[in-house]
């Protein structure tokens, strides 16, 4: 620990993986913290693992409610550091009104969320998943991997904030008429990049492609229903990297079946915690829903891995640990809080 640090330079993070631990192992030792690692999700019964340090290091799928910053609070923590951009996952409220900083990450590599999406529907749509799949037992026939071609189709972007910027610039270049919504559209950019804003009605009603960038919300819960998706143009595809509770599932899964939605792509899913970034290939899938998409051959659903590159694994060590080190050190400029 270096000399400039207090005692509790320490810091328990959790949720963790080894292919994340090595960026934050760097970080850590640059910034002089002890870093305590667990592999299980923070929630209220085991916060009492932080004590003794100056922070609570979390994830998308730690469980970081009232009770778990009551509990952080007792015992002196006063740090929440998301490692990673949304705060869905966090009670702001709660946390502000007992005295807790929260620190995320806002901005890490928008372009590897961005990529992701596109990889995505290129993936789903041109059935490379299928053709793999296929090749490798040495059946090389084509018949059900028609696609369709980007050039010339429409995509709508729903919230053009760092990650739908970047995929409406990225769908550009592949010649398509980008169409965004957002509450606060971004006019010059648009301008600058060939896009335009429309209300979300048009976008859904006339994109052949609509791709999520939005915050999850209490306003944004469930965004996609069977109401939104009826009004959506007849086999549009959808693509999910924002955050699972933005989709009803259910509906999805009716949509898929009447051929209302042509293809779906989730990176994220309302009921991923628990599942996503764990091994169940040995036990039984208790998500019936999940369990029912996996069925569809027009469904490609990715396990929360749009972030997952070498840069942003990175950035989000080095933001963390230098908001964490700055936090420990008394400084009053920690990066971006979410709430003091
Ligand atoms: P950002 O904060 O830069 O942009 C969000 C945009 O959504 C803003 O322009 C905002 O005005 C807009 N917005 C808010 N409410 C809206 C609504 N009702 N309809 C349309 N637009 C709305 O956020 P950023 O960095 O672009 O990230 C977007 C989301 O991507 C995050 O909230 C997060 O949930 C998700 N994400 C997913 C990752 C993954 O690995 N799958 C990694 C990083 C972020």
Known sequence: MSDELPERGRVAFYDTKSYARVYFDAAGAAGGMEIVYQEFRLEAANAFTAEGGVAACVFVNDKVDRRCLEALAGIGVGLVALRCAGFNNVDVKAAGELGLTVVRVPAYS??????????????????????????????????GLVGFDLFEKRVGIVGTGKIGRIAAQIFRGFGCEVIAYDPFPQVEWAQANGVEYAGFEELMRTCDVVSLHLPLTPETHHLLNAESISRMKKGAYLINTSRGKLVDSAAVIQALKSGQLGGVALDVYEEEEGVFFEDHSETALQDDVLARLLTFPNVLVTSHQAFLTEEALRAIAETTMDSIGRFARGEAAVAERVVK
């Not at 990529?115 to 090389?140: D, P, S, W």
Request: charged content about 20%; glycine content about 2%; aromatic content about 6%.
């Open 110 to 143: 928008p372009h590897a969320v961005a990529e992701h999406a596109v990889a995505l529907l290129l993936t789903l749509n041109r059935k490379i998943h299928r053709a793999y799949n296929r090749v490798r037992e040495l059946n090389f026939s084509l018949g």
